[in-house]
């Protein structure tokens, strides 16, 4: 889907955010944020979250936008410090699907506020639109977030015409958890959603969950000789260093031709930041093989 998003539309996505009241100004609301994508894209349109979970690992995975020094780290996603939540007395908590089954705890603490950014079936850059426009209209940044989607828009039509001399060949967007598999991302991921906006034909058609499929040899990349591939970080050395030696890997095509690309990391379950830095750096990771 390359053309204008209809808000209204994307807006309903999100079911009308029914518990708030009516005219709540919300620019100075203290806000906590369980899920990374919303801290995304609290932060990406100027928003600070009084509170978040897993900050230095956001810092290394997510990496933007930047997250202030004064920003509390409130522990795991999986399970938050709720104690220091309490301290905090937050206004309004921010949580995707994902942690659903925490509002009940949450929920004693203070109002709760769930928006999608992945659902089953579903391509996830409309939700993470409709996500950031909510949450603009609930944080009094609406000027803030209907920039931040149009200028997502443009950057993505930029970068869809720049990759244009590589679209006749597919791409693998892949993931590597040691050097002898890897997890591809598919359509219902943020890379593989991005990647289609981008122009590009996704190399890997068969089932994914969200993230990516359940590891597969790396001998499947020989199944579309022709593709190039994407490993997006982070990538431990000790991978790398096996792929060195890997005779699988260096028999691919791809491998050999010159057409495997190392990302840097990005929030494998990020909203649209995540895209943005994933369109930036594939566009960078690509660029030597224009005439591929």
């Known amino acids: 889907m390359t053309g204008r998003i209809d808000r209204r539309r994307l807006l309903s996505l999100v079911g ?42 956001f810092r290394k ?94 950057l993505l039509r930029r970068a869809r015409d720049t990759l244009a001399p590589v679209a ?14 890897f997890r591809a991302f598919g ?23 969200y993230s990516a499929a359940a590891p597969v040899g790396i001998e499947a990349l020989a199944r579309v000789p022709q593709a190039c591939i994407v490993v997006i970080g982070p990538l431990p050395p000790e991978v790398r260093r096996g792929l060195a030696g890997n005779a699988l890997w260096n028999a691919l095509p791809a491998v050999r031709e010159r057409r495997a690309i190392f990302l840097d990391p990005f929030n494998h379950f990020g909203a649209l930041p995540s895209a943005r830095r994933f369109a930036r750096l594939l566009v960078d990771g690509v660029h030597g093989l224009a005439h591929g």
């Open 16 to 57: 009308g955010l029914p518990f708030l009241p009516a005219g709540a100004a919300a620019a100075e609301t203290k806000v906590a944020v369980i899920d990374w994508g919303l801290l995304e894209t609290v932060l990406a349109i100027g928003a600070v979250p009084a509170a978040a979970t897993e900050l230095v690992q």
């Open 61 to 154: 995975i997510a990496v933007e936008p930047t997250v202030p020094d004064g920003v509390t780290d409130l522990g795991l996603r999986g399970s938050p410090n709720f104690e220091l939540l309490r301290i905090i007395e937050p206004d309004l908590i921010l949580i995707s699907g994902f942690y659903e089954y925490q509002r009940p705890s949450l929920e004693r603490i203070a109002p709760v506020l769930s928006l999608p950014v992945y659902e089953a079936g579903k391509p996830p850059y409309p939700l993470a639109v409709a996500s950031t426009l909510a949450l603009g209209e609930r944080l009094g940044r609406t000027t803030e977030s209907g920039t931040y989607v149009d200028e997502t828009e443009r």
């Open 168 to 181: 006749h060949r597919p791409f693998f967007v892949i993931s590597l958890g040691d050097s002898r598999h």
């Open 187 to 209: 359509a219902d991921a943020m890379a593989g959603d991005v990647l289609g906006r981008l122009g590009l034909d996704n190399a890997w058609t068969e089932e994914t969950s």
